[in-house]
């Protein structure tokens, strides 16, 4: 099959060479760790220990209060010493931290659930449920709610998010090399929760060697294909992979299911296989650490719960003329202004970059080159969005279908004006979608 792709997009710089050839280390066990019990899209949950209580690794330590929302567990073996607000990537709220006794012992709970050959589809959702799985390259939605499509939305194809456009980024990359049965093993289990017989893994070609590997892992799989997209940015937005695997469009406005697909990352799907196959629920995760501002730039594994300062001395630290902090990949991430917050199931990249990589251009008035509106990959006018969320004309932004925006940062990349149009169309995505609220 030759490439796929979609429509529009850029190709900003890969930046992936410093890390995408260093297999994943681990770290020292972390001394405390700070565990959020909100590190989802949904609900936060409900403390289930005390003060003083003696824990151990994948015990649960946060019960999930409503059906949007996942249950959190420890990372640490050790005793809990606080439960109360901290500051976390989000903001304020509660955590419980747990001293480690460095001893890494395993919950009882933790125990191989059986094999999906003879689990059926509602005990392996059950398996994802408890295990606290949520969508591990982005924001972090529930993966059992994506699971749970209406009855009168039936799903033909499961989609394996393998692409990994953003620059910098290299976790899912090296996963796929260094435990690709694990990911394919995870497919087939999502595949079985929808009673889907169709799956791909969607990768794009800058990652031959993925390709590969994850090809040998699928070749006695009815039903699996591995597909090389081409590498061009937002290949991994769901919309676009969706159109690249089945070019299958997904309406305005709507979901993936409602052009017949669930999109899951591949670190999710290998999350689901150790969930089932060792009873581990999500505990920790790879995350590359990178950019001009790290001494030593790295994948690592790390405990759900770790300081970021902790992650990034381990890396060697900051260098002298660290300017900008980000949560995730340059595009999509979100800029930190401390590293004192903790890590969690969505901590896929800290990104350090220093100050020439972090220099803001001055912006200038808009040339009308329509650039913007040509690289967009969800086929709306940055431009005219952009002049009218900052007249607060937020009806016309409406008609426009600011909605629509999948926020990947396209259009400031390649404004030759440098407009953060990003910027204010997320103001008027916010705006409208507080009015709708409203209504
Ligand atoms: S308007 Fe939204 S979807 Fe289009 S390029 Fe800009 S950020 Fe991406
Ligand atoms: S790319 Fe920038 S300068 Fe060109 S039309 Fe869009 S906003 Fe204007």
Redesign the pocket.
């Given at each position: 099959m030759g490439l796929l792709s979609f429509r529009g997009g850029i190709h900003p710089p890969h930046a992936k060479k410093s890390t995408e050839k260093k297999p994943v280390e681990h770290l020292v066990e972390p001394k405390v760790v700070v565990i959020p019990l909100h590190q989802h899209i949904g609900a936060p949950c409900e403390p289930v220990v005390n003060v003083g209580d003696h824990v151990k690794v994948g015990q649960k330590i946060g019960n999930a209060t409503s059906f949007v929302s996942a249950p959190v567990h420890s990372s640490v073996s050790g005793v809990v010493k606080e439960i109360g607000p901290k500051l976390t990537l989000g903001g304020k709220t509660t955590c419980v931290v747990i001293e480690s006794d460095g001893l890494n012992t395993i919950s009882e709970e933790v125990k191989p659930k059986g094999d999906i050959s003879t689990l059926d589809g509602k005990e392996i959702l059950e398996i994802i449920k408890e295990a606290g799985i949520v969508g591990m390259g982005g924001a972090g939605f529930p993966t059992h709610v994506k699971l749970s499509p209406p009855p009168n939305k039936p799903i033909d194809y499961v989609i394996l998010n393998g692409a990994e456009c953003e620059p910098y980024l290299t976790a899912d990359h090296r996963l796929m090399l260094e435990n690709p049965e694990s990911i394919i093993y995870g497919l087939k289990a999502l595949m079985k929760v929808l009673g889907v017989t169709k799956g791909y893994v969607g990768i794009e070609n800058n990652k031959m060697d993925a390709i590969e590997k994850m090809t040998k892992a699928a070749e006695k799989e009815a039903g699996i294909e591995v597909v090389a997209l081409k590498t061009k940015y937002p290949q991994g937005a769901e919309k676009q992979l969706i159109y690249a695997c089945t070019k299958r469009q997904v309406p305005s406005g709507g979901l993936p299911l409602e052009a017949g697909v669930v999109v899951s990352n591949v670190a999710t799907a290998s999350a689901v296989s150790e969930a089932i196959q060792t009873g581990m629920p999500l505990v920790q995760r790879i995350c590359t650490v990178t950019g001009s501002g790290v001494k030593e730039p790295k994948n690592v594994m790390i405990k759900t719960g770790t300081m970021l300062s902790e992650i990034v001395e381990q890396c060697g630290g900051l260098t002298d003329d660290i300017s900008k902090l980000i949560w995730g990949g340059p595009m999509m991430g979100i800029s930190m202004s401390t590293l004192n917050i903790p890590a969690t199931k969505t901590a896929s990249g800290i990104l350090c970059l220093n100050e020439a990589d972090a220099t803001i251009p001055e912006k200038s008035d808009?040339?009308?080159?329509?650039?913007?509106?040509d690289i967009c990959p969800a086929f709306i006018q940055?431009?005219l969005l952009?002049a009218y969320a900052l007249r607060s004309n937020y009806d016309q932004a409406e008609k426009l279908r600011v909605l629509d925006c999948i926020e990947c940062g396209s259009?400031s990349f390649?404004?030759?004006?440098k407009?953060p149009?990003l910027h204010s169309i997320r103001v008027a995505k916010r705006e409208v979608l507080a009015r709708k609220k409203r209504v």
């Open positions: 808009c040339i009308k080159c329509g650039k913007c509106v940055p431009m952009d259009c390649v404004c030759p004006a407009r149009l």
